[in-house]
């Protein structure tokens, strides 16, 4: 019987986001904290006589394009290179919120080629694709596909290109509260303004050493004013350790020492907020799992 092939896209949470200025190629200069979470979509490849994307989720609002999407252009990429010719069966379940902060459709991505690779490298006993070669293709997928490559506690700096670890404590647990509107990356950039972000929110927030300031929250608010709405009720909750807004927007998180504190302060966001929690987690591009029949849920 023919094989479903398995792996985790984790969402990824840049802890802060410095705008530096813009590469040579109008790409922007970045420097970024980041970790991946818990939370993950999940996609399943299967060899078959022509590709077909298909997807499950829970909500309309995470449902992806289905002919053009990360995962077919990923896939694309991936058999332009190798001029591999296999067909696949694709399921998505989605997971992670569109247009968020959170990289989702990056995870995504990079998920699809660490797949890909697996699958190319066991069929070829030769001409193997390196982990560098996977590298270039993310690189001309998007800025935040190498890093969900390596999907571990990074410092991002260039325009994404470049990716270092870093090491971060395990023992805090993270809230995640989108008000459910997607923002444009572009968008959000074409409102930067490098002076009136550091009028939004004046007291400096530390996280293990690090100063949480995102220079997009300005011009993200500007688009979603309910960011800042989010953000003043997180600033004001006794024993969070720390809060912020993710890349673009327009997830805001709060970080706590303990699960309890976030069950709690659950109640001071009502149905209209996507709302998660979890903690952060290191993985690696051995993931890739399978079997004769897709999960139960799907």
């Known amino acids: ?81 190798t ?26 991505a990079a998920a699809t080629l660490i797949l890909l690779r697996k699958l190319f490298n066991k069929e070829r006993k030769s001409k193997k694709i390196s982990i560098s070669t996977l590298f270039e293709i993310a690189n001309k997928l998007g800025s935040d596909v190498p890093a969900c490559l390596v999907s571990k506690s990074l410092k991002i700096s260039g325009y994404g290109n470049k990716v270092k670890r870093n090491i971060l404590s395990d023992n805090y647990y993270y809230l995640l509260v989108n008000p459910n509107i997607e923002l444009s990356t ?5 409102h930067f303004d490098c002076f009136s972000n550091k009028k939004t929110f004046d007291k400096k927030v530390i996280f293990e050493n690090l100063i949480l300031h995102n220079s997009l929250l300005s011009s993200a608010i500007k688009l979603s004013p309910e960011i800042q709405e989010v953000l003043s009720i997180l600033k004001t909750i006794p024993n969070i350790v720390a ?16 699960i ?18 979890g903690q952060k987690k290191d993985y690696n591009m051995n993931r890739v799992t399978f079997s004769k029949m897709l999960e139960k849920k799907f």
């Not at 078959?48 to 896939?75: G, R």
């Not at 001029?83 to 995870?107: E, R, T, V, Y």
């Not at 309890?260 to 929690?277: A, C, H, S, V």
Request: some cysteine; charged content about 20%; aromatic content about 16%.
């Open 260 to 277: 309890k504190t976030i069950l709690n302060i659950l109640e001071f966001f009502n149905n209209k907020y996507f709302l998660w929690y």
């Open 243 to 258: 809060y912020g807004m993710s890349g673009s927007g327009s997830t805001c998180f709060g970080i706590f020492r303990d």
């Open 186 to 190: 572009k968008e959000v950039f074409s």
């Open 83 to 108: 001029g591999w010719d296999k067909k696949f069966q694709i399921c998505l379940c989605k997971n992670i919120p569109i247009g968020a902060g959170l990289g989702g459709g990056s995870a995504d």
């Open 1 to 81: 019987m023919n094989k479903y092939y398995s792996i985790t896209a984790p969402a990824k949470l840049n802890l802060n986001l410095f705008v530096k200025g813009k590469a040579n190629n109008g790409l922007h200069l970045l420097d970024s904290d980041v970790c991946f979470l818990e939370l993950a979509d999940r996609i399943h490849f299967k060899f078959s006589e022509n590709d077909n994307f298909m997807q499950t989720t829970t909500s309309k609002s995470l449902l992806v394009d289905s002919k053009h999407n990360l995962v077919l252009e990923s896939l694309y990429s991936f058999r332009y290179l």
